[in-house]
């Protein structure tokens, strides 16, 4: 069992470029979240899903879309990317939303850098 | 605003106690978290409080006081690999996490 993966592991992309960043869990968890790490700062949500078919937005939304169009897969699409989303970037599942335990679980990241 | 706060960095000796302080103030409050990250890798689950008081688990423990807004995590028993960044984190009123910028854990022989 893989958990989470996240493609790719690094990426350098030109400021203005469109770039994907694809998480992917095998453990058929509900609820799906796109973080960024920034030095200095905690993790700050971009979105977030609660189930298949339905997106949130998160503190720092700006720059970013998602989809889920089904339970394993939430990608997260830069439409034009700016030097300010240089980031570390991490995808991670519960499997519940809601109360209760539901520890987050994170995939192992990917380094972007936008020049 | 919600705001969690966290020392920036903490010393401590191979096989002493380590006591990491976390408070905060968040809009609504649905349970407390503690995440260990090591550099360049993903955070790993610790502990979740969501009563007041002890949890143990093994060498760490985790303490809430909700009337204070404060938590602690405690490592016992010291070992180098712990040596890492530790992260807290309080589920809010919409139930999602509000992360604390973490602790970075220095261990010395």
New interface residues.
Partial sequence: IAGITQAPTSQILAAGRRMTLRCTQDMRHNAMYWYRQDLGLGLRLIHYSNTAGTTGKGEVPDGYSVSRANTDDFPLTLASAVPSQTSVYFCASSEDPGTGYNEQFFGPGTRLTVL | GQN?DQPTEMTATEGAIVQINCTYQTSGF??L?WYQQHAG?????LS?NVLDGLEEKGRFSSFLSRSKGYSYLLLKELQMKDSASY?C?V?DSN????????TKLIIKP
Avoid: S
């Avoid at chain 2, 890798?41 to 689950?45: K, L, N």
């Fill in positions: 969690i649905n349970g978290f890798e993903a955070p790993t689950f979740y992260l984190a589920r139930y999602q996490l509000i992360w604390g910028a973490g």
